[in-house]
């Protein structure tokens, strides 16, 4: 478990820090790349080709063409009132993506902050249904033997969804179990992680709602269509669930769909946006300070090297509290080389 | 090394920024008023913010801790505080409490004796700053200048910029001038404590861009013509 947490985490890290070099130097050779990541002085072109295409392989930042890696193309970022979304829902044979199967695919298009589509299938899991599963979701294993097979249900469902951003309630379960599927279908995993809106209402509602499952958030916001562990029901009060999420995060200030994506990112990822903000700080000694929207200072630190220092703060390291909620405030870094020709500098998110 | 020149430098100006920004952040913009001193009432001790001898303290719970191991010290004892006091009696007595097997009160002692020592090596360790007298020299900003940073009584007492040539020679007396200040016994604020404890950080373990010099005219001018300033 622990090894696996330990692989993801460090493909993530090596990522990042693929980004950042790509968007400083632009498009680079596999072998330039490969070396700059794994600190190698030499590779060959077939290897550095293999570890990139693996690293780089369900993440949609990085594109890997022949021997060379790039930046992906610039997303479209529509505003809240104007995205779509595809909300859905997996029921399952078990907890385990490797070892239990899906039993039940439901899915509702979401266009203009309205329900205006849906899909739902049954799915023949080629195991027999377990007797809990079985009484929680109400299948019969009858209905699943005459029913369709996952790969066939996968290829309609991203059919349905098209471009739209996937969307779920706890969404890494439901991924892991698609992702299974994609990975056999197609060798690749989903371009970028659907919209979990267990985290959304966990950062919206915070101090509100002690709990965000799925059933608690449908009784909160007393939405028509009860979860009940069935897909497409499931599906349609997620969805309603996130209409209202969208509503509150408008009245925070969000418009556009890469802001909401921002409020339901993880600590990590909400971080690791903001590390444009160092760019530009020299490898020198001085004094930096970080200041919130409002150009408040949050926090002043020192450093020999401020490049490193400044960049050290969007890893994946914790900081202390403080310092972190200064971090998920911060939206300007102003930093000082120390000397008599020195003039401050700064970056702002803006 | 133009990577390395002043770290000196960014740590005074941090500490600057911090007292005058009080950054909600910096845990340090909040120790300034934590600063607590030990004053004897009658026969015991108590914690005071008032500045006195015995201070400042970091922590308001270590000093009320070593106030009461205190509480029973003879006047022989508290004159030699810096050089341990009761402590040696303290911990013959927790010897003695723990081989009668009276465990809560020797627990409550240890933490005493444990909060004393940190006291008394705070104290001690403040007590050597004060008289730390030294130059400290890093490279300038500019190529061939230096900056000097004149330390007496534990505290930045002058920043001069050292330029190449004779000049230095003249910023240097300056430097020295302003280190001419009468001993002083005032109690020590929080802040000059912090800032010793800054200095005294560099002066124990100086990066490889910084030369520690005592305050010595011959000394410091030695120093920079060896280094190509003057």
């Known amino acids: 478990m622990f090894a696996l947490l330990w692989a993801v985490q460090l493909a993530l890290d090596s990522l990042d820090r693929l980004v950042d070099t790509l968007e400083e130097r632009g498009p680079l050779t596999a072998v330039e790349a490969a070396r700059s990541l794994f600190a190698t002085p030499s590779i060959s072109e077939g290897l550095a080709s293999s570890l990139l295409g693996e690293l780089t392989a369900g993440d949609s930042r990085v594109a890997c063409f022949g021997g060379s890696v790039a930046l992906a193309g610039q997303q479209s970022d529509p505003s809240l009132d104007e995205a779509e979304f595809v909300v859905f829902d997996l029921e399952t044979t078990g907890l385990s993506p490797a070892r239990d199967r899906i039993c039940e695919l439901g899915a509702v298009r979401v266009r203009g902050l309205e329900l205006v589509d849906s899909f739902q299938s049954l799915v023949n899991p080629g195991v027999a249904l377990p007797e809990p599963v079985a009484r929680l979701t109400g299948l019969q294993q009858e209905e699943l033997r005459a029913a369709p097979p996952a790969a066939a249900v996968v290829r309609q469902f991203l059919a349905f969804a098209g471009d739209a951003l996937l969307v779920a309630h706890n969404a890494k379960f439901d991924q892991r179990f698609l992702e299974q599927h994609l990975v056999a279908l197609y060798g690749r995993r989903l371009s970028e992680p659907p919209l979990c809106t267990a985290a959304l209402a966990r950062r919206l509602l915070e101090g509100r709602l002690r709990r965000v499952g799925l059933a608690s958030l449908a009784d909160f916001f007393g939405v028509p269509t009860a979860p009940c562990h069935r897909a497409l029901p499931d599906a349609e009060a997620t969805a309603q669930v996130l209409v209202r999420l969208i509503g509150l995060s408008q009245e925070l200030g969000a418009h556009r769909l890469s802001e909401l994506r921002a409020l339901a990112a993880p600590r990590k990822r909400r971080v690791y946006d903001k590390r444009a903000l160092a760019r530009g700080a020299p490898a020198r000694p001085g004094v930096y300070l970080f200041h919130d929207r409002y150009g408040q200072v949050l926090y002043v630190g020192r450093s020999r090297d401020l490049r490193a220092r400044l960049r050290s703060y969007f890893r994946s390291e914790r900081q202390r509290p403080s310092v972190e909620a200064a971090l998920l405030a911060l939206d300007r870094i102003e930093w000082r080389v120390l000397g008599p020709s020195s003039r401050p500098r700064s970056r702002s998110c803006a | ?230």
């Open chain 2, 1 to 230: 090394m133009a990577g390395a020149r002043s770290e000196l430098e960014a740590a005074l100006e941090e500490l600057r920024l911090i007292r005058e920004l009080e950054p909600p952040a910096n845990s340090r913009s909040r120790r300034r008023e934590r600063g607590v001193y030990l004053r004897r009432r009658g026969d015991d001790f108590v914690v005071s913010k008032q500045p006195g001898r015995l201070g400042p303290i970091g922590s308001r719970r270590q000093a009320a801790l070593a106030a009461r191991a205190l509480a029973s010290a003879t006047d022989r004892e508290l004159a030699t505080l810096l050089d341990g006091g009761p402590l040696p009696r303290l911990r013959a007595r927790l010897a003695h409490l723990a081989d009668s097997l009276r465990y809560e009160e020797a627990a409550r002692l240890r933490d005493r004796i444990e909060a004393l020592e940190h006291v008394v090596e705070r104290l001690a360790r403040l007590r050597r700053l004060r008289e730390l007298d030294a130059c400290l020299v890093v490279p300038g900003a500019e190529p061939g200048w230096r900056t000097a940073f004149f330390v007496a009584g534990g505290i930045v007492r002058a920043v001069r910029p050292l330029p190449p040539g004779a000049g230095a020679l003249v910023e240097l007396e300056a430097g020295l001038a302003s280190c001419r200040v009468e001993d002083e016994d005032e109690p020590l604020t929080a802040e000059h404590a912090e800032d010793m404890l800054l200095i005294d950080g560099f002066v124990r373990r100086p990066p490889p861009e910084l030369a520690v010099l005592p305050l010595e005219r011959e000394r410091i001018a030695a120093h920079l013509t060896k280094s190509g300033v003057s």
